[in-house]
């Protein structure tokens, strides 16, 4: 069965740094996706970055970067100029290819910026 | 325009009694969800139906029962409700791209039994 993990459940970035939020996960597909989903106070899952398994190339989106290790099963987020809107809950995800696959979460990561 | 909207946003209930969740999706995918999310916010599979089918059907007790009338709803009906069911329940969805788009969430369901 896959699993997510997130080790660490708090994380504190002061306004304008960068902060690395980590994720490992388990499987034995070689063909998935893995994304980063955020969901601050109001509750709302807001999709961040998604990472095809099969690309080696890390994707990008705006301030947000990730770190995919493949061989290591690693997929680590990177916010830089970190913003106060930035303040909320992550889920890493995983889901296998495939039409019918799930969309399996980690235990999340609170992400605190001090102003 | 609401993507996935569900209804309604805050329930409050006593043990016993049995309620329903509605989602409803206008993005025209085929695959909807149901997650609950608990006191420590983890975010659990229960069932997923794509164009009406039954596909997924986790470890949840036969008490919580997915109707899909079409593959625009996807409702959640709930009996006898235990304080154990208290939880924030999303509705998703999600279009066929052979995994590569994730999930459009509702806002969520906080259920809150009493």
């Known amino acids: 069965a896959q699993t997510v993990t997130q080790s660490q459940p708090e994380m504190s970035v002061q306004e304008a740094e960068t902060v690395t939020l980590s994720c490992t996960y388990d499987t034995s597909e070689s063909d998935y996706y893995l994304f980063w989903y955020k969901q601050p106070p109001s509750r709302q899952m807001i999709l961040v970055i998604r990472?095809?398994?099969?690309?080696?190339q890390n994707a990008t989106e705006n301030r947000f970067s990730v770190n995919f290790q493949k061989a290591a099963k690693s997929f680590s987020l990177k916010i830089s100029d970190s913003q106060l809107g930035d303040a909320a809950m992550y889920f890493c995800?995983?889901?296998?290819?495939?039409?019918?696959?799930?969309?399996?979460f980690g235990q999340g990561t609170t992400l605190q910026v001090k102003p | 325009d609401t993507a996935v909207s569900q209804t309604p946003k805050y329930l409050v209930t006593q043990m016993g009694n049995d309620k329903s969740i509605k989602c409803e999706q206008n993005l025209g995918h085929d695959t909807m969800y149901w997650y609950k999310q608990d006191s420590k916010k983890f975010l659990k599979i229960m069932f997923s139906?794509?164009?009406?089918?039954?596909?997924i059907n986790e470890t949840v007790p036969n008490r919580f029962s997915p109707k899909s009338p079409d593959k625009a709803h996807l409702n959640l009906h709930i009996n006898s409700l235990e304080l154990g069911d208290s939880a924030v329940y999303f509705c998703?969805?999600?279009?066929?791209?052979?995994?590569?788009?994730?999930?459009?969430f509702g806002s969520g369901t906080r259920l809150t039994v009493v």
């Open positions: 990472q095809e398994a099969y690309k080696q």
């Open positions: 995800a995983y889901r296998r290819a495939g039409n019918t696959g799930k969309l399996i």
């Open positions: 998703a969805s999600s279009q066929e791209g052979g995994g590569y788009y994730g999930y459009t």
């Open positions: 139906y794509n164009n009406k089918e039954l596909i």
